[in-house]
């Protein structure tokens, strides 16, 4: 390698520190705009609106990252909440109600990796399948009703603070953010992962069990839909097939604003961290300005399109 | 029409050509799976086998087969399009006020075309000279879409005059319109594949993007085209949509492009490129079709819809899998 190429791989900004700046330069425009919204209380309240979709995107990077995909969790989450509200009504305590939505959202994602691995079918067939089946068991389940009778104490999950200004969920996607971070990038499994969305056969042919490392990805994926699912009803106090209606395709653009590869291979959890902040915050911004929140889509979008270009425009710069 | 040249391998048994093509056809599965379904709920399902309720099933997944049979070929390619919905969106945005300007129904279709085709152009430049995955580029494409026309359109509900309905409405030769262009469509697409060299090369390009570089063939271009076939079937779509239900909302076709996709993987087209018919999309919508509707006759709770459908489409991604690991094609 050149003292050039060495120097400009040095000098050049990382992808994580380009999406960290957009980020605080995003929150400072929308905070000169729009008077009274840097308040600690208010960035900090936001985090009620994308500790969940915030917590699903951190699953979705591990999936990508091994070349995969996951339409189904925008389902899963309503069968995840309906299964909480559903099995509450009819007499389980509630404690057990929720391990029941975590077991059905763990249920959900390894049955997803099972019928991606075992019947090597594409991960984008089989997850629009379970796309409609999920939601499908969810109506089933639920005829259309909902349930919105809880305890008092369900709230904890997505509806309190600690201090009066600290989201619980929030401390919750700090936690899981920072678990996943590491595992994705010091430990064995995430190199795994990262060699199976580089080259599936030959990370195979060096001894990879790639069915297994890509099950434990689709499995744990589920478990932070069920986790995501037992805050999004906490928050709402309320139990419906309809929840998470077309989550799936935010989440994959959170994803892949915060630089994860779509094709496999190269991405981080600190990225992904910054692509939720980055979208959620505008929307955020945008509703608290008063803006109508149909160009909050627009501008996802844009920033989508815009920021993939621009990656491979980085990546063509660096060769 | 069978679409990938098999080498012919010398068999214990003599199998007819015939046979031998017909076992290689992509569709063959999914068609005898309609074929069986068909049957069974003529002798079952009382009021199934009436011309008036076939008509009605084909009539109303007239839309999705329309915008399917032309995504068909983008997956050919070995690319995929979400954008869809929000396509069908603004394009019947674009062609209900053209209508309520200017009246009429060929003016508007036009309008819905160019602006369905130059949308899908800049999917297809942006997913090929741009080298965005067009998994990301059309979700992009999708999202800003529909956010332009909820923003334009908001909550206004515009109904349409009759001669402007003419796509969807009525049945000027006996067949309702929107049959009569499903199967022009249909028409065009198998023209396309087997007598135009583009059609050719599109299964050239994905089954082996790598060879068919090799080769000289245009990929980007050729790519590129499959996204303005697609973004011009949803200008003819939402033509067809409008004429239907007689009113342009910004909500309109929400959802469509999964339903889309749905329809061309349960016909059997592959969904990294290279394999598949134009009976695919059209035997995936209809099947969809049928069995939403035998859940209709048989007075099933709308509750369960969702869930026969999305077991029915694992059943059937399941079925194509086993099949392939045990015939070998893959393993």
Same mark, same amino acid.
């Given at each position: 390698?050149?003292?050039?190429?060495?120097?400009?791989?040095?000098?050049? +900004?990382?992808?994580?520190?380009?999406?960290?700046?957009?980020?605080?330069?995003?929150?400072?425009?929308?905070?000169?705009?729009?008077?009274?919204?840097?308040?600690?209380?208010?960035?900090?309240?936001?985090?009620?609106?994308?500790?969940?979709?915030?917590?699903?995107?951190?699953?979705?990077?591990?999936?990508?990252?091994?070349?995969?995909?996951?339409?189904?969790?925008?389902?899963?989450?309503?069968?995840?909440?309906?299964?909480?509200?559903?099995?509450?009504?009819?007499?389980?305590?509630?404690?057990?109600?929720?391990?029941?939505?975590?077991?059905?959202?763990?249920?959900?994602?390894?049955?997803?990796?099972?019928?991606?691995?075992?019947?090597?079918?594409? +991960?984008?067939?089989?997850?629009?399948?379970?796309?409609?089946?999920? @939601?499908?068991?969810?109506?089933?389940?639920?005829?259309?009703?909902?349930?919105?009778?809880? +305890?008092?104490?369900?709230?904890?999950?997505?509806?309190?603070?600690?201090?009066?200004?600290?989201?619980?969920?929030?401390?919750?996607?700090?936690?899981?953010?920072?678990?996943?971070?590491?595992?994705?990038?010091?430990? +064995?499994?995430?190199?795994?992962?990262?060699?199976?969305?580089?080259?599936?056969?030959?990370?195979?042919?060096?001894?990879?069990?790639?069915?297994?490392?890509?099950?434990?990805?689709?499995?744990?994926?589920?478990?932070?839909?069920?986790?995501?699912?037992?805050?999004?009803?906490?928050?709402?106090?309320?139990? @419906?097939?309809?929840?998470?209606?077309?989550?799936?395709?935010?989440?994959?653009?959170?994803?892949?604003?915060?630089?994860?590869?779509?094709?496999?291979?190269?991405?981080?959890?600190?990225?992904?961290?910054?692509?939720?902040?980055?979208?959620?915050?505008?929307?955020?911004?945008?509703?608290?300005?008063?803006?109508?929140?149909?160009?909050?889509?627009?501008?996802?979008?844009?920033?989508?399109?815009?920021?993939?270009?621009?990656?491979?425009?980085?990546?063509?710069?660096?060769? | 029409?069978?679409?990938?040249?098999?080498?012919?391998?010398?068999?214990?048994?003599?199998?007819?050509?015939?046979?031998?093509?017909?076992?290689?056809?992509?569709?063959?599965?999914?068609?005898? !799976?309609?074929?069986?379904?068909?049957?069974?709920?003529?002798?079952?399902?009382?009021?199934?086998?009436?011309?008036?309720?076939?008509?009605?099933?084909?009539?109303?997944?007239?839309?999705?087969?329309?915008?399917?049979?032309?995504?068909?070929?983008?997956?050919?390619?070995?690319?995929?399009?979400?954008?869809?919905?929000?396509?069908?969106?603004?394009?019947?945005?674009?062609?209900?006020?053209?209508?309520?300007?200017?009246?009429?129904?060929?003016?508007?279709?036009?309008?819905?075309?160019?602006?369905?085709?130059?949308?899908?152009?800049?999917?297809?430049?942006?997913?090929?000279?741009?080298?965005?995955?067009?998994?990301?580029?059309?979700?992009?494409?999708?999202?800003?879409?529909?956010?332009?026309?909820?923003?334009?359109?908001?909550?206004?509900?515009?109904?349409?005059?009759?001669?402007?309905?003419?796509?969807?409405?009525?049945?000027?030769?006996?067949?309702?319109?929107?049959?009569?262009?499903?199967?022009?469509?249909?028409?065009?697409?198998?023209?396309?594949?087997?007598?135009?060299?583009?059609?050719?090369?599109?299964?050239?390009?994905?089954?082996?993007?790598?060879?068919?570089?090799?080769?000289?063939?245009?990929?980007?271009?050729?790519?590129?085209?499959? !996204?303005?076939?697609?973004?011009?079937?949803?200008?003819?779509?939402?033509?067809?949509?409008?004429?239907?239900?007689?009113?342009?909302?910004?909500?309109?076709?929400?959802?469509?492009?999964?339903?889309?996709?749905?329809?061309?993987?349960?016909?059997?087209?592959?969904?990294?490129?290279?394999?598949?018919?134009?009976?695919?999309?059209?035997?995936?919508?209809?099947?969809?079709?049928?069995?939403?509707?035998?859940?209709?006759?048989?007075?099933?709770?709308?509750?369960?819809?969702?869930?026969?459908?999305?077991?029915?489409?694992?059943?059937?991604?399941? !079925?194509?899998?086993?099949?392939?690991?045990?015939?070998?094609?893959?393993?």
């Amino acid at each position: 390698m050149s003292v050039t190429t060495s120097l400009r791989r040095l000098t050049w +900004p990382s992808r994580d520190a380009v999406l960290a700046v957009l980020f605080i330069a995003e929150v400072a425009m929308i905070g000169i705009l729009v008077p009274g919204y840097l308040s600690p209380y208010g960035l900090l309240d936001a985090s009620r609106q994308f500790a969940e979709v915030g917590l699903i995107a951190l699953g979705m990077t591990l999936i990508i990252v091994a070349g995969g995909i996951d339409l189904s969790v925008g389902s899963l989450l309503a069968l995840v909440s309906v299964t909480i509200g559903f099995s509450f009504q009819a007499g389980l305590p509630l404690g057990a109600a929720l391990f029941a939505g975590l077991a059905v959202g763990a249920a959900g994602g390894f049955f997803n990796g099972v019928m991606v691995t075992s019947l090597r079918l594409h +991960p984008l067939v089989v997850t629009l399948a379970t796309f409609a089946l999920y @939601r499908g068991i969810a109506f089933a389940v639920s005829k259309g009703a909902a349930v919105s009778s809880f +305890p008092e104490w369900f709230g904890i999950f997505g509806q309190t603070s600690i201090g009066g200004l600290v989201p619980v969920q929030l401390i919750c996607f700090a936690l899981l953010a920072l678990v996943l971070a590491l595992l994705l990038a010091r430990t +064995p499994f995430g190199r795994r992962l990262y060699a199976i969305g580089n080259n599936e056969l030959a990370a195979r042919f060096s001894g990879v069990n790639t069915a297994l490392t890509r099950i434990i990805a689709y499995t744990l994926t589920g478990c932070l839909v069920g986790l995501a699912g037992i805050i999004y009803t906490s928050r709402i106090s309320s139990a @419906r097939g309809n929840a998470g209606y077309g989550l799936e395709l935010t989440v994959i653009a959170m994803v892949v604003l915060g630089g994860t590869r779509i094709t496999g291979g190269s991405g981080t959890v600190l990225g992904t961290v910054l692509g939720v902040l980055i979208l959620s915050y505008l929307q955020d911004g945008l509703t608290y300005g008063g803006v109508r929140s149909d160009w909050a889509l627009i501008v996802t979008g844009a920033f989508l399109i815009v920021a993939v270009l621009l990656n491979e425009i980085f990546r063509r710069v660096r060769r | 029409m069978a679409v990938e040249t098999q080498v012919e391998m010398p068999m214990a048994r003599a199998m007819t050509s015939r046979e031998r093509r017909w076992r290689s056809w992509p569709q063959t599965p999914s068609l005898v !799976f309609l074929v069986v379904l068909i049957v069974v709920l003529c002798v079952t399902t009382p009021g199934f086998a009436t011309a008036a309720n076939l008509r009605g099933v084909i009539e109303q997944v007239a839309v999705v087969a329309i915008v399917a049979l032309a995504v068909n070929q983008v997956v050919l390619a070995g690319e995929i399009d979400v954008s869809t919905g929000s396509l069908v969106a603004i394009c019947s945005f674009v062609y209900g006020n053209v209508a309520l300007s200017q009246g009429g129904a060929w003016l508007p279709l036009c309008a819905a075309l160019i602006a369905g085709g130059a949308i899908g152009a800049v999917n297809g430049v942006l997913s090929t000279y741009g080298r965005v995955p067009s998994i990301v580029a059309t979700v992009g494409t999708q999202f800003i879409l529909r956010g332009i026309v909820l923003l334009a359109g908001g909550a206004q509900v515009l109904n349409l005059a009759v001669d402007s309905r003419s796509f969807g409405a009525g049945a000027p030769l006996g067949i309702p319109t929107s049959i009569v262009v499903l199967a022009a469509i249909f028409l065009a697409m198998q023209w396309l594949s087997s007598h135009t060299t583009f059609g050719r090369d599109i299964y050239a390009v994905g089954g082996n993007s790598r060879a068919a570089l090799a080769t000289g063939l245009p990929i980007h271009r050729i790519r590129l085209l499959t !996204f303005v076939l697609s973004g011009v079937s949803c200008g003819l779509a939402a033509a067809v949509l409008l004429g239907q239900i007689g009113q342009l909302q910004a909500t309109a076709a929400t959802g469509l492009e999964l339903k889309v996709i749905a329809a061309i993987v349960l016909g059997g087209t592959r969904i990294t490129g290279g394999r598949g018919s134009n009976v695919s999309p059209v035997i995936g919508a209809v099947l969809v079709g049928v069995i939403l509707n035998a859940l209709t006759l048989n007075r099933v709770s709308g509750a369960y819809e969702l869930l026969v459908l999305g077991a029915l489409i694992l059943a059937a991604v399941s !079925f194509e899998g086993v099949r392939q690991r045990l015939s070998g094609e893959r393993n």
